[in-house]
């Protein structure tokens, strides 16, 4: 069973507008949630994190937020670059262990 | 790619063959990880080690076995390949596996292409 779910596979957003991707969790002991970001040929490079006492936290362009009533984490990019075209993995951390969501690729059009 | 280096970048083989790959740091780091990407699944944990000599299974460590002789190297051993081991393999390393600080995240390598055929 897949302990982090990102449902949607791809979104493609305007250059300079907001790019908004979303993730789901079920497990409700998960206590640290991060992005990564991935480049073809690459590996996940770490992005922005969240600790479960939080709601928010920004850096920069990027800001993530946690709603844990509802198990839900979302990373928002403002304003978006075409730089920004990748594919973002959620994780969520429990214990010695990472569980990774299938990934969103994000295209921004310039 | 801080320090991580793993090897070989890409290997094509046979069913049946045996498999190594290799993951190094120099970031002297206690904890290590080999994970796998596949399509419709992101990233799995195969196995870790937290320590030398020290690891344990992941999610999908069936068909995988790891070592770990020294702090800088830990390596990737598939016995007898199949063709549902054909992955991409991204080894990571951390500093702490306890993340309730906050204050450790992953660090990847750049990954193995692996295609068994």
């Known amino acids: 069973d897949q302990q982090v779910k990102q449902n949607s596979p791809s979104l493609s957003v305007q250059e300079g507008r907001i790019s908004i991707l979303n993730c789901d969790y079920t497990n409700s002991m998960f206590d640290y949630f991060l992005w990564y970001k991935k480049y073809p040929a690459e590996g996940p490079t770490f992005l922005i994190s969240?600790?479960?006492?939080?709601d928010k936290n920004e850096d920069g362009r990027f800001t993530v937020f946690l709603n844990k009533s509802a198990k839900h984490l979302s990373l928002h990019i403002v304003p978006s670059q075409p730089g920004d075209s990748a594919v973002y993995f959620c994780?969520?951390?429990?214990?010695?262990?990472?569980?990774f969501g299938t990934g969103t690729s994000l295209t921004v059009i310039p | 790619d801080a320090g991580i280096t793993q090897s070989p970048r890409h290997k094509v083989t046979e069913t049946g063959t045996p498999v190594t790959l290799r993951c190094h740091q120099t970031e002297n780091h206690r904890y290590m990880y080999w994970y796998r990407q596949d399509p419709g699944h992101g990233l799995r944990l195969i196995h870790y080690?937290?320590?030398?000599?020290?690891?344990d299974k992941g999610e999908v460590s069936d068909g995988y076995s790891v070592s770990r002789s020294k702090t800088e190297d830990f390596l990737l051993t598939l016995e007898s390949a199949t063709s549902s081991q054909t992955s991409v393999y991204f080894c990571?390393?951390?500093?702490?596996?306890?993340?309730?600080?906050?204050?450790?995240?992953?660090?990847f390598g750049a990954g193995s292409r692996l295609t068994v055929l």
């Open positions: 990571a390393i951390s500093e702490s596996g306890l993340f309730a600080a906050g204050a450790n995240v992953l660090t």
């Open positions: 969240i600790s479960s006492i939080k």
């Open positions: 080690s937290y320590g030398v000599k020290d690891t």
């Open positions: 994780a969520a951390s429990g214990g010695n262990q990472f569980y």
